[in-house]
């Protein structure tokens, strides 16, 4: 493998750039690479261990003379907007420990995979794909239930060093559902077939038809048992698994069901639907049992809570809380952008959304503290990000293995070395640029 390391052109004025380097794993930074291509001395290193906002005396050498007396800014890292992805969010999977958070685009803006650390919003994987696997919308992202391997398009990823296993032949589609006994994987199309494949042969066991449009979601129920499935034109189907036999279909709404969320028991399967509607349905032979007023308009996302006594959705107005099984609306936040996707942690604990900037459409991927549902923070990778954006950057482990980014003026957590920091005054200061040709952030020292 081999680092991609991009030198934009600059003029004799200007002071030498140091690039990120990207490599097929992702965007790296080298610390002891950074500080020798700097010709940093042995007190510059101990600089720049940490994100200090005491001032340092600019030399008279320097090009650009650095204020010394200037004070950081001070933001709250959990309401200051970042961007995850250059285009708007198709998926959010989290591992079954939380641990992990696959994220994913599929427009022609970005059509990129990414992987983050849930504790500390590390970004650990970029990938870039450019044989468009991730085309399909909203997105075939799945993780095994082990956790150890993520499928994404036709490529499996090992989660231990995060590497690709294989690419598989033929797998593809718009939605994928695994088995909770990690034997199955249903995967949805846009001609309205369902293949059923078989995780340890890695061949198709079946072909499921029936549906009359695209297939919208899938889900399984908890004891591997059940597979229920939408599609397009309003239907939803219930099929038996592993033999893949339709037990039941129903006409559930008149448009697009985009959503189906099953209860931690199993016994329930929620819907939502372009229309608008959230329908509350029993799994074992889908009879309606509650249907839930929504005006936020079309529902994009479903979830369950840990204990089943709540249902979240994600449409066009934001994220709404509805407790269960009355239905009642017990909390709402509101958004000028679509939820596209919404997932919760495995106690309830907090909760992540992905939707659209209220500018430019790119990606915001957002944490949130539950049941309070406040914001906790933004999911940001820097070259995602408009050149004007400043930022925090530092690594909480310094191993080169991932890259967390906050707000300008947000303060690190302690024990964590800074690579870049967009504050004047600090003696671990940064700008961000990008090169002439379009391409990655580049930092150079301000």
């Not at 680092?3 to 930074?29: C, I, L, M, R």
């Not at 010394?68 to 969010?89: F, L, Q, W, Y």
């Not at 936020?296 to 479903?302: E, K, M, N, P």
């Not at 933004?378 to 990000?385: G, T, V």
Request: proline share 7%; charged share 15%.
């Amino acid at each position: 493998m081999t680092d991609e390391t991009h030198k934009p052109e600059h003029g004799e004025d200007e002071p030498q750039v140091y690039a990120v380097n990207k490599s097929s794993q992702g965007w790296h930074f080298n610390r002891r690479s950074f500080l020798k291509a700097a010709g940093t001395s042995a007190a510059g290193m101990v600089a720049l261990s940490a994100c200090s906002t005491t001032p340092v005396p600019t030399p008279t050498t320097s090009p650009i003379p650095r204020p010394t007396n200037t004070s950081p800014p001070t933001v709250d890292p959990a309401t200051t907007e970042g961007v995850a992805h250059k285009a708007t969010i198709n998926a959010t999977v989290l591992s079954p420990d939380g641990k992990l958070l696959a994220s994913h685009c599929s427009d022609s803006r970005d059509r990129s995979l990414k992987v983050w650390n849930t504790a500390d919003k590390q970004l650990l994987l970029v990938w870039e794909d450019e044989a468009e696997s991730l085309r399909a919308s909203p997105g075939p992202v799945v993780f095994t239930p082990d956790g150890n391997v993520l499928i994404a398009g036709a490529h499996r990823w090992s989660l231990s060093n995060f590497t690709v296993i294989d690419v598989i032949p033929n797998l593809g589609g718009s939605e994928y559902a695994i088995s909770p006994d990690g034997t199955l994987l249903a995967a949805g199309n846009d001609n309205a077939l369902i293949n059923l494949w078989d995780l340890n042969a890695m061949t198709v066991r079946k072909i499921l038809s029936g549906h009359r449009e695209y297939i919208g979601d899938l889900v399984i129920t908890p004891d591997s048992s059940r597979l229920i499935s939408s599609d397009g034109a309003g239907q939803i189907r219930l099929w038996s698994l592993p033999d893949g036999e339709l037990l039941a279909e129903i006409e559930a709404d008149t448009m697009s069901v985009s959503a189906l969320a099953i209860s931690p028991d199993g016994l329930y399967c929620a819907s939502g639907a372009g229309s608008g509607n959230i329908k509350l349905w029993r799994v074992a032979d889908l009879t309606l049992i509650r249907d839930i007023a929504n005006d936020g308009g079309w529902v994009h996302a479903l979830t369950f809570n840990a204990d089943g006594t709540l249902l979240v959705s994600g449409d066009n107005g934001g994220i709404r809380f509805w407790t269960l099984p009355d239905g009642g609306l017990s909390n709402t936040v509101g958004f000028r952008s679509a939820v596209q996707s919404l997932v919760l942690s495995p106690d309830s604990s907090w909760m992540i959304s992905g939707h659209a900037s209220t500018v430019g459409g790119t990606g915001i991927i957002r944490q949130w503290t539950l049941p309070d549902a406040q914001p906790a923070g933004y999911y940001i990778d820097i070259a995602a990000n408009d050149p004007a954006f400043a930022g925090v950057q530092y690594s909480p482990n310094d191993n080169g293995a991932g890259v967390s980014t906050l707000p300008c003026g947000s303060p690190i957590p302690t024990g964590s070395t800074c690579i870049c920091n967009c504050v004047a005054g600090s003696s671990c200061t940064c700008v961000g640029h990008r090169s002439s040709g379009g391409g990655g952030h580049y930092w150079y020292p301000n």
